[in-house]
């Protein structure tokens, strides 16, 4: 048996979970978080995610929208296409501050 040891996502990043998002094409929103950001925030941060995907129904507008929720928290979204599954979006969080 040989162990795989490639890595399935960059050192100090963390999944936080998908966020349903059924617009423009996609089903979901999938949620990573930076080395820079906190644990004990993540039920925050997904808690923002959701009001904004809840707000906004097009693509055009929902980095905005995530970011104008996360801001208040100190964090900053960065979205972009899943290249493996399009029906995702992949939503990178930071800390903004």
Not at 5 to 18: D, E, F, K, M
Not at 75 to 90: G, I, K
Request: charged share 20%; net charge positive; glycine share 10%.
């Amino acid at each position: 048996m040989t162990l795989n040891l490639t890595p399935t996502s960059a050192p100090g990043v963390r999944r936080l979970g998908p966020v349903s998002w059924c617009h423009d094409g996609h089903e979901s929103l999938s949620v990573t978080a930076g080395a820079d950001v906190p644990w004990f925030d993540d039920t925050m941060i997904r808690g923002a995610l959701v009001r904004g995907a809840l707000a906004c129904q097009s693509i055009a507008f929902l980095g905005r929208v995530l970011n104008r929720e996360l801001w208040t928290l100190g964090y900053v979204a960065r979205l972009e296409p899943d290249l493996s599954d399009h029906s995702r979006l992949l939503v990178r969080i930071a800390s903004g501050r």
